[in-house]
């Protein structure tokens, strides 16, 4: 009776602990996906800031290359500056988050700017934008780190763009100052806490804007600190988790670099805020429906909002159109625009060196005309995406040259703003040619999933595509069967013979193995030593024990010399096999199929070696079967 209350006493703790254990088990899987989530959001975050800041350079040129233009036309008016001051003023207001566009001549002096101030003896030979482009002979735009502005005493940092005389001569720059106050102030749309931060930091690791603001931190260089000496280095974007180094606090970072102008931004969450936050959601959960009606509100005026942005950007679409042909036709890639239909109405000169057509030739034509059969579905997807709401896609496709050369186009597709659907959106399109890379990646991506000695599949390539079997087999109720194949007494034949005979020996167990299997399905490879694997999709237990033995006769029949390997004289291989069956199998991942089959190869070294073994049944060296212990 004693014995009887204990039992039931354990069993009722086991339960009630266990019960507790789910639970606290699954309020903790909740806080780690709550922090995964804000990762991924914080990492979101980074990137639309980036997008942001991107946007805001690349329309900066705008401007630049407007205002080159006027310098060049009004060149010897007496009049030029009065001209130049009411040209940038109409720059400034259809760009309303630049801060302000200036002239400075090839002494220094600013001779126009769209602000309303006097000039006087304003000179600018001193900042580092000036000295960079007097020495530089590029004529491409170049971002600036941050300055406190000499016009307004705030801080800003700018995008300048070099102008020559007609004879090359440096003739001053144009500028365009963009406040850093405005990244900060886009910041604080994103909800990342009160207690959140964010960092737009160059390429190079000057910062150049901080939100909260802290004036002494702009300009430093943090290239030595953990985000650019290891985090970059190993991915363009993430998340990660660290001490800020300003206040000290402990916070959940997600970054992101531009691929266009190299800004990083690092956006972050406090650690403990986030805690907060998901111990406040689990209490308060019944809220999510006024919390999704109050979102659904927001979207809908957003969406309103947009339809009356949309209205209002339609009417600066004609001049756009001049300032983007000026873009494009100066760009070396290539640059299209389509219609939602995909056909082209405008194609940059460029054309030319990329297709290997005029720019003549290809108006009117459509995106899919000279692609690669199985590239033809994803451009299709693409530009459905596109015309139903999409703001940018980005695809690498093959198209074939009028040459017949096949080349690899990276490319980015947009959507500009107007067009509901069908022909009346608009899309632009910026390819680059990366036939050259790409060959590279794939001579790479071949290297880093080949053995070196035996060219089979290495073991990363193995799990790589034994998970996609397994997953495979789960969701289409197959079958697959693995063969864990191991040379025996290979350490002796390797003492016996030397190594560089060792690495024969396996590179022709390795010729056998990928001989014997036919299927263009099936995978061989090196598991490790002198160990190899096969991977049989489709393959039940019976075919898989039948190409088990094929293959350990096969090797067998090569008589390679091993007098140690007694009690035949010649290299012989053990071979373990299972099989994951959906109807009766409880395994789950491609690890515990391998492991199965690896205990059942043990189970073939102990009945004594040259053998295939398998649940409940071992194949000896002269074909007889015996009963033995399921793997």
């Known amino acids: 009776m004693k014995s009887s209350s204990i039992r039931t006493y354990a069993g009722i703790t086991f339960g009630v602990c266990g019960f507790i254990g789910l639970i606290v088990w699954g309020e903790y899987s909740s806080w780690q996906s709550q922090v995964t989530r804000i990762e991924a959001s914080l990492t979101q975050t980074a990137r639309a800031l980036v997008q942001h800041a991107d946007d805001t350079i690349e329309m900066a040129k705008l401007p630049l290359a407007g205002t080159i233009t006027e310098i060049h036309d009004e060149e010897m008016h007496p009049d030029m500056p009065s001209k130049l001051r009411k040209a940038m003023k109409q720059q400034i207001e259809t760009t309303p988050w630049l801060d302000r566009l200036s002239y400075v001549d090839a002494r220094g002096d600013v001779v126009a700017t769209s602000g309303d101030i006097d000039t006087g003896d304003l000179n600018l030979a001193d900042r580092d934008y000036f000295k960079f482009h007097q020495s530089s002979v590029t004529l491409e735009p170049v971002l600036g780190g941050p300055i406190k502005s000499r016009f307004s005493r705030e801080w800003i940092f700018t995008v300048s763009q070099r102008v020559n005389r007609q004879d090359g001569s440096f003739a001053g720059l144009v500028i365009v100052s963009i406040a850093t106050g405005q990244f900060t102030h886009f910041f604080e749309n994103f909800d990342v806490g009160k207690d959140g931060s964010f960092l737009m930091v160059q390429g190079e690791g000057i910062i150049l804007a901080r939100s909260p603001f802290r004036e002494d931190l702009l300009g430093t260089d943090i290239s030595s600190h953990d985000l650019f000496a290891n985090r970059l280095k190993q991915a363009r974007s993430g998340a990660y988790h660290y001490i800020s180094p300003v206040d000290g606090a402990r916070r959940i970072g997600g970054f992101y670099q531009s691929p266009r102008t190299g800004i990083v931004v690092l956006a972050a969450a406090s650690e403990s805020e986030a805690l907060a936050n998901w111990t406040k959601v689990a209490r308060i959960r019944w809220t999510s429906g006024v919390v999704v009606v109050t979102i659904t509100g927001i979207l809908f005026w957003r969406w309103r ?41 405008y194609i940059s000169p460029s054309a030319r060196e990329i297709y290997g057509l005029d720019a003549e030739a290809l108006m009117g034509t459509s995106i899919l005309d000279g692609l690669h059969e199985d590239d033809r579905e994803t451009v299709v997807q693409v530009m459905e995406r596109l015309r139903t709401g999409a703001a940018r896609e980005r695809m690498v496709v093959r198209r074939t040259r009028a040459d017949g050369k096949q080349i690899w186009l990276d490319t980015t597709l947009n959507r500009l703003p107007g067009g509901v659907n069908g022909a009346d959106v608009r899309i632009v399109a910026v390819s680059r040619d990366v036939t050259h890379q790409k060959k590279i990646q794939d001579e790479l991506d071949t290297l880093a999933n080949t053995d070196e000695l035996t060219q089979l599949a290495n073991r990363r390539s193995l799990n790589s595509h034994g998970e996609e079997m397994m997953l495979a087999a789960r969701k289409l109720n197959g079958r697959l069967s693995a063969l864990m194949l191991d040379a025996d007494h290979f350490k002796l034949f390797n003492d016996t013979y030397g190594h560089a005979a060792g690495d024969e020996c396996l590179r022709a167990i390795a010729r056998v193995i990928a001989g014997s299997i036919r299927r263009g399905k099936d995978l061989a490879a090196r598991y490790g030593g002198e160990e190899f694997a096969v991977l049989l999709p489709d393959t039940d237990a019976a075919g898989a024990f039948r190409a088990a033995e094929n293959i350990r006769r096969r090797i067998a029949g090569l008589r390679l010399r091993h007098e140690r390997n007694l009690p035949w004289g010649h290299v012989t291989i053990s071979v373990g096999v299972a099989t994951f069956d959906p109807a009766g199998s409880e395994l789950t991942r491609i690890a515990d199929l391998f492991e199965q089959a690896d205990q059942a190869l043990y189970q073939a070294k102990n009945a004594g070696r040259n053998r295939s073994a398998a649940a409940e049944r071992v194949v000896t060296a002269d074909g007889a079967a015996s009963a033995g212990k399921s793997a």
């Open 305 to 345: 909002r947009q339809v009356m942005l949309r209205a209002a950007s339609e009417a600066l679409l004609v001049t756009r159109e001049a300032e983007f042909r000026l873009l494009a036709e100066g760009s070396s890639d290539l640059i299209q625009r389509f219609n939602g239909n995909g056909i082209r109405e």
